[in-house]
């Protein structure tokens, strides 16, 4: 099954059980039953929210202790999120 065939499956299995659900619902969902990973939904948040204070003129280094300061945990944590290395997408990048 393609990613979308099984993306799709999910939305229509929760749309059935939740008629209409705001995407704050669906997420809270998805955590919930465990169909969404907690640590990775954090690093995509964190990710987003750096960029996003850079693109506004931040440094990053600002941007990154703001955004730990925001989400409650460390500065380290957060610069992991940020630059850990995915060997998955390195290789993808390099073929």
Aim: glycine share 4%.
């Amino acid at each position: 099954m393609s990613r979308d065939e099984l993306a799709t499956e999910l939305a229509s299995m929760l749309v059935a059980e939740q008629q209409q659900l705001s995407p704050y619902q669906m997420i809270t969902l998805l955590l919930d039953r465990g169909l969404l990973a907690r640590r990775e939904v954090e690093k995509v948040v964190a990710r987003q929210r750096v960029e996003a204070l850079c693109a506004e003129g931040m440094g990053r280094c600002d941007a990154m202790a703001e955004v730990a300061h925001r989400m409650c945990c460390s500065y380290e944590k957060i610069r992991a999120f940020i630059y850990q290395k995915n060997e998955k997408q390195d290789y993808a990048i390099r073929n």
